[in-house]
């Protein structure tokens, strides 16, 4: 019924370059598909399937009224012809729905104070140069439309390469800045009309005729970026490098990282975050204008920047709540103009019931240290000690009793395949399969490896599940998964459900072909969970609304260990559970 005829076909079901193949495959010359909704569509192929027929889209109403003529015997010519062209306009300045999205993950302030993606640029539809023996697509052909990130990547590589030869000594620091800065706003979102955000499309659209005389950008240094490291589990540097730089006024503060965006996920109060700009053009002044996020009140100090060309100037940014909202991010900007360019950076804050660190890594056997929090609330606060507990180090023997027995290194043989998934018992000999118990009244649940208890240059992965029916433990659901590179991983779950847990641990690639050894060390924090080794003191009993504090912390004479301990800062249930737990790590093996 096909063969030779132009097929009629509604969308959905499958994907297009499926309707497209199979009527191919019965002889249609080729297809006319419609909508099975009012609203527009654009039909795009995954490039799963080759075909050599052409395929045109339709409204809904045209559809319905091709279909009704067909179905009453009426007989419908279809003429494709390649010199036949309609006129439309496409306005473009839209965010493809398919576009990555920020934010970045809030249960680490290390990348949740990243604005995220940094800008846009066109991706859809683009006319681009194809090789003409495709695997996946239309074969034949030397340009064809293409959409996607591979598409916008060229545009800025293309852009960034102008503005390098403008400025042959610039570094991608002040490149990107260039690029960010001068970026316009005037995007929707798939929708058609609702304004787009700095989660959408970052400090906004590419615009290449401006990039080149951006006025003011963001320098950063390598310091710069080793000290934000130092602030996160996995510094570059050593203890007394980090430390060094502090001395030096280097800030570890994600937020502070110098940028030409501003993030800031936990705002519970004030904070002052640091930027410096260098003028790249004329000597002159430039005067700063804010764009206050709805509920927030940015001051920005000195609000006015005279500078000689070459010339780098200290800002601070004052962001202060007032908002009702709470866990919400809200967004604005902060713009410096010399009458001539105006740099601008997206401004994205998350107020927050009360702000602390997530976690707080400390080393020694005794010590002390502070941990600062800010307070977006006024009433009671009665924070909670938990810990510091001693790992358990798995495999462990006897997973009914209370105390961790077997703290041997377990082996585990090389994946040649690189590739992981899910196996009945008994498992590969790359896949190591370790199972414990989670007691009830957890806050919460770390399983980690690390680089030094492994025998060589690994790079072993964790998967964690949890049991679903009990001991026998045949049935599971994987709550997390780590694949960094090397084998520093770590998985935490606040609140785990009691019962039987496994984790997989995968040896996606060892230095040696005979595999290697590790310890997975894993902790548990209980609700009440006070065994006396960690000292809370100076927790204020009563807060006001932007009040801040530093909490004293002490211990002494530990036994030489990995420990993790935990202040819990409210049973609040309507605060994420990442917010309500400050995580300490203590590396108890150093004096």
Not at 501 to 529: I, M
Request: proline share 7%.
């Amino acid at each position: 019924e096909l063969n030779g005829n132009v097929a009629l076909v509604v969308r959905g079901g499958c994907d297009f370059e499926v309707k497209v193949f199979n009527a191919e495959r019965a002889g249609a010359l080729g297809v006319l598909i419609y909508n099975d909704e009012a609203a527009p569509f654009l039909m795009q192929s995954n490039d799963n399937l080759v075909v050599n027929i052409p395929a045109l889209s339709l409204g809904q109403a045209d559809g319905q009224f091709l279909r009704d003529a067909l179905m009453s015997a009426e007989a419908i010519d279809v003429t494709l012809d390649s010199s036949i062209f309609v006129g439309f306009v496409v306005d473009g300045n839209e965010m493809a729905s398919f576009s990555s999205r920020g934010p970045n993950a809030v249960l680490s302030n290390e990348l949740a104070d990243f604005i995220k993606p940094d800008l846009t640029a066109p991706g859809i539809n683009i006319l681009a140069g194809q090789t003409p023996d495709v695997a996946n697509g239309v074969q034949g052909e030397l340009f064809q439309y293409l959409s996607g990130t591979s598409m916008s990547t060229p545009h800025v590589t293309g852009i960034a390469a102008l503005v390098k030869q403008a400025y042959p000594n610039w570094g991608p620091d002040q490149l990107k800045s260039a690029l960010m800065t001068t970026a316009r706003q005037n995007i929707v979102k798939e929708d058609g009309s609702t304004p787009a955000d700095p989660f959408d499309f970052g400090a906004g659209h590419i615009d290449a005729n401006k990039t080149v005389q951006p006025g003011l950008v963001y320098p950063l240094a390598s310091e710069d970026y080793d000290a934000y490291l130092c602030g996160t589990r996995q510094p570059r540097l050593t203890q007394s490098q980090c430390q060094n730089l502090r001395d030096r006024g280097f800030s570890t503060e994600a937020y502070n990282l110098n940028l030409p965006s501003i993030g800031v996920s936990g705002l519970a109060g004030t904070i002052t975050v640091k930027r410096r700009v260098t003028n790249t053009g004329p000597a002159g002044s430039f005067s700063v204008t804010v764009e206050n996020p709805v509920g927030i009140t940015i001051d920005v100090e000195p609000s006015l920047l005279s500078l000689q060309s070459g010339e780098t100037a200290e800002f601070a940014v004052v962001i202060t709540n007032q908002s009702n909202t709470q866990y919400d991010w809200l967004f604005g900007a902060i713009s410096w103009s010399n009458g001539t360019v105006i740099a601008r950076s997206p401004v994205a804050v998350r107020p927050v019931v009360l702000s602390a660190p997530v976690e707080l890594p400390l080393s020694g056997a005794s010590g002390s240290a502070l941990l600062p929090i800010q307070f977006g609330y006024s009433g009671a606060y009665a924070p909670k000690v938990s810990g510091f507990n001693a790992p358990c180090v798995l495999p462990d023997s006897d997973l009914e009793d209370d105390v961790c027995t077997n703290l041997a290194a377990a082996s585990i043989e090389d994946d040649p395949d690189n590739l992981y998934e899910l196996r009945s018992d008994p498992t590969p000999p790359s896949i190591s399969r370790q199972k414990f118990k989670v007691a009830s009244n957890q806050l919460l649940l770390r399983v980690q490896l690390f680089n030094e208890f492994t025998a060589g240059d690994d790079d072993l992965d964790l998967y964690l599940y949890k049991c679903t029916d009990g001991e026998a433990c045949t049935v599971a659901t994987l709550e997390a998964a780590s694949e960094n590179e090397a084998s520093n991983e770590v998985i935490n779950v606040y609140n785990p459900l009691p019962g039987y847990w496994f984790v997989d641990v995968h040896a996606f690639d060892t230095s040696s072909p005979l595999g290697t050894e590790f310890r997975l060390h894993t902790w548990q924090l209980g609700r009440n969970n006070d065994v006396g080794n960690l000292q809370l003191d100076n927790a204020p009993p009563a807060v006001g609304f932007g009040d801040s504090a530093n909490l004293e912390l002490s211990w002494s004479n530990l036994s030489p260990d990995i420990y993790l301990g935990g202040i819990s800062h409210s049973d609040n249930l309507g605060i994420p559970a990442e917010s309500r737990l400050t995580l300490i790590p203590l590396d108890a093996r150093a004096p």
